[in-house]
């Protein structure tokens, strides 16, 4: 089974267990937590991912980091993982599981990236078009990306949306050349 399959899986059935338990909130906050001490620590990300280590090491080593600052039920979870040997896909599971709680909440992450910085009206305006069309609430991170030229581009999951002068001059010398054909 691929990493992604087995992320999602185990973060679906941790999400389903905190909402039928009642203890999403406290879960949630233990597993923002997991992820920002893993992304500080680029030593812990490798003995998770190091196949000489066992399980019952790693669980141990997560214990000593955790003991006292997450849950229980959370501290249950991670053992699960590491005596699954499933230890290496913390970081993937705390990712997926955010994902399927945007999903369950109905919001949407969207990057957007545009050539200049936008207003707030501006952004306002955008986040509320694209909340529009797809339905969603949408969670908006806003970056600069001169290289556009102008306009902007948005990215939702796996779709993009590219209104950037760059794109539309790439369109028009595509139509251009096969004309000259």
């Given amino acids: ?14 999400l389903d267990v905190a909402v039928d338990a009642h203890f999403l909130e406290t879960v ?3 597993l923002q937590l997991v992820q920002e001490t893993l992304a500080g620590s680029r030593e812990l ?3 998770l991912k190091s196949p000489l280590i066992k399980g ?4 141990r080593i997560l214990e000593e980091i955790f003991d006292g600052k997450i849950g229980e039920k959370t501290m249950i979870f991670l053992k699960l993982l590491s005596h699954k040997k499933r230890a290496n896909l ?3 599971v705390v990712t997926e599981f955010g994902t399927l ?11 957007v990236k545009s050539a200049v910085k936008l207003s707030d009206d501006q952004a306002r305006d955008l986040v509320n078009g694209l909340s529009t069309r797809t339905g969603k609430k949408i969670r908006a991170k806003m970056a600069l990306d001169e290289s556009l030229i102008g306009g902007f581009t948005v990215k939702i999951g796996d779709t993009i949306l590219d209104g950037s002068v760059s794109h539309q001059l790439q ?11």
């Fill in 1 to 14: 089974m691929s990493s992604a399959i087995a992320s999602r899986r185990y973060a679906s059935a941790l």
């Fill in 171 to 181: 369109l028009l010398r595509k139509s251009l050349s096969s004309e000259m054909a």
């Fill in 28 to 30: 949630t906050a233990d």
């Fill in 90 to 92: 913390i970081d993937e």
């Fill in 101 to 111: 709680l945007d999903e369950m909440n109905g919001y949407l992450n969207a990057d």
């Fill in 56 to 59: 019952d090491t790693k669980f």
């Fill in 45 to 47: 990300q490798l003995a």
